[in-house]
């Protein structure tokens, strides 16, 4: 029998995720809270493409290095997963025929495998990452409720952002940095409608919430956070918390919603 897999909006950190023990340790935790996936579907804050794409399916798909500046080790890191065309075939056929799914050959960039490295450090999971075709949330809601029957069939469905990524505004760049009041206030303010349900409040954020000029002078880290709350069963439910706190300054709130 099938377990029903739940939708997951995650913090998913640059490479150094991986040297902090304790950021590492609670994305590891996260998939404690159910049953191994039988399959992936992931959508990273860092690939923003229409119309809406999938990484390539292929075994062993090569990873993105989308990033600078850090140790060579973090250039030398693999992901292999098994084949996935199983789930790239079976998105396909959920796509309507105005909006067929396009197949890239894209890897997996580190919005997506910097935390499968955590959670899931066997590899032995079929992956596959969809491109975030807008912003909007409305549209990006929708998609998740397009993509929600997956969980019935044993996909984890992944919103991979940040709650807070004001990185133009960071002075301290320390994993335990306190952090800056645009960060906590814009995070507390989203924990508020979270916990309410309020997806209206949520989905107008540029123009309810403090300081969003700061917590997201760009706003794709937020906005997958729509697509795991369209795939839940019940839009106005609250999901659960798994993970809170802040990460050089930036809230690192990740979230599961049934």
Do not use: C
């Amino acid at each position: 029998m099938t377990t029903t897999m739940p939708a997951l909006y995650i913090g998913h950190g640059a490479p150094l995720l991986l040297d902090d023990p304790i950021w590492s340790g609670e994305i590891a935790g996260i998939a404690s809270k159910f049953e191994k996936p039988k399959a992936i579907l992931i959508i990273s804050a860092h690939w923003e493409s229409a119309p809406i794409a999938i990484s390539s399916p292929i075994a062993g798909t090569p990873l993105v290095y989308d990033f600078g500046g850090f140790a060579q080790k973090f250039f030398e890191m693999t992901y292999e997963t098994p084949d996935a065309t199983a789930l790239a075939s079976r998105i396909a056929a959920m796509m309507p025929k105005t909006e067929p799914l396009h197949q890239s050959n894209r890897g997996l960039d580190h919005g997506a495998w910097v935390p499968l490295r955590a959670m899931f450090p066997d590899h032995d999971i079929p992956v596959l990452q969809m491109s975030m075709p807008t912003t909007d949330p409305g549209k990006l809601l929708e998609i998740g409720r397009r993509l929600a029957p997956l969980r019935d069939e044993g996909v984890l469905i992944i919103g991979s952002g940040f709650m807070t990524h004001g990185l133009p505004f960071i002075r301290d760049w320390s994993f335990d940095a306190k952090a800056p009041g645009w960060s906590s206030e814009f995070d507390a303010w989203a924990a508020e409608r979270l916990a309410k349900g309020d997806i209206d409040s949520l989905a107008a954020y540029k123009d309810l919430a403090p300081a969003v000029q700061y917590a997201h002078p760009t706003v794709e880290h937020f906005t997958p956070l729509f697509v795991a709350l369209g795939a839940g069963n019940d839009i106005d439910a609250a999901p659960e918390t798994l993970i809170e706190g802040f990460w050089m300054g930036l809230s690192k709130r990740s979230l599961l919603v049934a």
